[in-house]
């Protein structure tokens, strides 16, 4: 068997649904270094949230010229800074940013956007130009270079994002510790076993790998499953895909559990058509999740060494559409929280409408300056090594 037939076949390599042989599981350590320093919650706003409806430049005359009937008003919006809003939808962020826990930058990007989801994405998971094609994800570096399990990064989901793959080292997806966990057992894999242990069947290299990889997937399924069971919240989430990842990832953070970067996404937010309404629903969602998941790492004294970072592949137009909605932009806005920010509330200049590009607002920060700015001011690690180039950071954190 090749290796690329393996883990084209293998859907059991999938998390959730990995399966390892009990004399596997049997030998397999666990990993109890208790946690040290500081972690990243990262949160994506998948579709393309659309940033001038999230912070909103209620004053300015050509947000509404160009939005007629998206656009909102004054007594719609919680008053920030400089003329901002943020949508009344978003209480729970709001009252976070009057106590100095948000930072927002504006006009967020990178050369040459790209328009296509699938495109963009990548872009920021890669942490790429525009014009390069990289089959590592930034986390994934990260977890290379710097990390001793490849539970150090986990996602709340089914699949795993590029931004998580690494070379040598991938995190793990997890929908549901219990299932991930309980998964391991099933009878399905007696007969892969045997033949992991076969020569006939497998060449040295891809035994080798096939031991490593369900070793890997085996030791971090029973320790997240073992540090799922210690502590449940009793503060009060969203009964959605998004409050529920936040509540596990809250309870998981509370065990004492080693990671050290969390990845969770709310999608929905390609609004072509009626987009008020189900982005309200979104953004609401949103800041209700977040809200509750700050106030239960206050509660468990973690919110100290805890950043969230927000973002979406891209913004929307600025003008509406005819069907009430925005097509992809470009240049958006992204969302720091946490306790001890250096820059707290807006920290940069806001969108300028009167001189877009195409119709899209024009990009002044680069994203990969905020994964600097992470990298090496909050995880205390090179970013030049993981982003492959020298780039400014903002020093937010």
Request: proline letters at 2%.
């Amino acid at each position: 068997m090749k290796r690329r037939d393996f883990i084209k076949n293998a859907s059991f390599l999938t998390a959730g649904t990995m399966f390892t042989p009990l004399f596997l599981q049997q030998t397999l350590g666990k990993n109890t270094d208790p946690f040290e320093g500081k972690r990243v919650v990262i949160i994506q706003f998948s579709g393309g949230n659309d940033g001038l409806n999230t912070i909103v430049p209620y004053l300015d005359d050509l947000y509404h010229k160009a939005r007629p009937t998206l656009s909102f008003k004054e007594s719609e919006v919680f008053k920030l800074d400089n003329d901002l809003g943020i949508n009344g939808n978003m209480k729970g962020i709001a009252e976070l940013y009057d106590k100095g826990y948000v930072s927002v930058i504006n006009n967020v990007g990178y050369p040459n956007p790209n328009r296509s989801h699938f495109r963009s994405m990548d872009i920021w998971h890669t942490a790429s130009d525009s014009n390069e094609y990289i089959q590592t994800g930034w986390l994934g570096r990260y977890l290379d270079s710097y990390c001793k399990s490849v539970d150090a990064v986990i996602e709340y989901d089914n699949t795993l994002s590029l931004a998580l793959k690494g070379a040598n080292m991938k995190g793990v997806a997890v929908d549901q510790p219990y299932t991930f966990y309980n998964s391991l057992k099933v009878d399905q894999f007696d007969k892969l076993a045997k033949g992991a242990a076969s020569k006939e069947t497998l060449d040295e290299n891809n035994k080798g790998y096939l031991y490593k990889t369900l070793a890997e997937a085996s030791q971090s399924a029973e320790y997240i499953y073992e540090k799922s069971r210690i502590y449940k919240s009793d503060v009060h989430f969203p009964n959605s895909y998004l409050g529920k990842s936040l509540k596990s990832i809250s309870e998981l953070i509370k065990s004492g559990i080693h990671t050290k970067v969390f990845y969770a996404t709310i999608g929905g937010f390609d609004t072509h058509v009626n987009q008020k309404n189900s982005q309200n629903r979104l953004l609401r969602d949103y800041s209700d999740s977040v809200a509750a998941f700050v106030k239960e790492l206050e509660k468990s004294g973690n919110f100290d060494d805890t950043i969230i970072m927000t973002f979406s592949e891209f913004g929307r137009r600025v003008a509406q559409n005819a069907s009430q909605g925005t097509d992809h932009g470009a240049a958006n806005n992204v969302f720091l929280i946490g306790k001890n920010l250096k820059s707290k509330g807006i920290v940069n200049e806001n969108p300028d409408l009167s001189n877009l590009h195409q119709g899209d607002l024009i990009y002044s920060v680069d994203f990969r300056s905020i994964y600097a700015d992470l990298l090496d001011n909050w995880l205390n690690v090179s970013s030049s090594e993981i982003l492959s180039k020298k780039i400014n950071t903002l020093r937010l954190v």
